[in-house]
């Protein structure tokens, strides 16, 4: 019997979706067509806050630093990629949205690994590009080491290195050299208040100038570049500012103890492309770190540009990521 003009031209478009996500190494349907905000409900009974924006075939997982930031820290100066591609972002564990846990004992690495391996399979995302900021990029190869047959390639912009080492020490001293003491006494009286703030409105408050204060040594011209960052990192709930900044950070970080991934990095058969500011605090020789242990690695060094090189040097970072994703 033959299959109506209709059936055959709307099965062969269906068939060709389907093909078009395989070819794309796991851009499901679901990341493709899903818009909006909700949940991912984890297998210990966790929420994690997710955004998806974009309408792309490719689909792409944005992984926020921190930890104990939120998607709110990096949602407003990626939304580019969405002009072209599927991005989902999600709140980490104890941070944003998300649920802010009373037994702190799940605020891990381990269970960061986990988190977003819930939120790959709630999307159907059979190998997952990522692209992460700051903490994140520790955070994505953590998981990729884990999980290798789950990843297809990575982006780090603005990373800490693959190896804790001396990393804390220099990087508060760079930071430090870039403060006067008007803006450190700046600093540390937001996050007292910040501590003590009891409403959401005091949270924000705060908060709000305690980033105002802590951007200054995270640009390399934060006169120029300051208004150029288009993410709000005090927009998310303020329930979770607070518990991120005072609680996950401290936890998930400490959890990773006297980290050194490298050894471990070298199996790794994972396009990884890194973009780095050349004036950033973290010190570049240890990002090199990353080059010399993942095989597929390429390091871009970005003038003029330090933590935040995508809202600092936009014409520069994200050609030099659709030109990656592109190959």
Known sequence: MRMPRRHFIRNVA????????????????AAQTTQGEGYVSTPDGARLFYRVMGHGGDTLVAIHGGPGVDLESNAGDFAVLAERHTVIFYDQRGAGRSTLPTDTATLNATQQVADLDAVRRHFGISRMTLIAHSYGPLLAATYAIAHPSNVRRMIFLGPVPPR??????????????????????????????????????SVRAACRDYWRAAMVPRLAEPARTLPLVRSDLCASD??????????????????????????QLRSLDIPTL??????EAIPMDL???????????????????AHFAYAERPELVWPAVEQFLAR
């Open 238 to 263: 303020p329930n979770g500012i607070k518990f991120g900044l005072s609680t996950t950070n401290r936890l998930v970080m400490g959890s990773y103890g006297d980290w050194d991934i490298r050894a």
């Open 274 to 279: 890194i973009l780095h500011g050349e004036e």
């Open 14 to 29: 269906l068939i060709a979706v389907v093909l078009a996500a395989v070819a794309l190494g796991g851009a499901s349907l």
């Open 164 to 201: 804790r080492g001396d990393f804390w020490q220099r990087f508060a001293k760079n930071s430090a050299s870039r403060m006067d003491s008007t803006l450190q006494r700046s600093l540390a009286d937001a996050n007292r208040r910040l501590g003590a703030a009891t409403t959401g409105d």
């Open 287 to 305: 990002v090199e770190e990353w080059t010399s242990a993942l095989p597929r690695a390429t390091l871009v060094k970005v003038p003029r540009a």
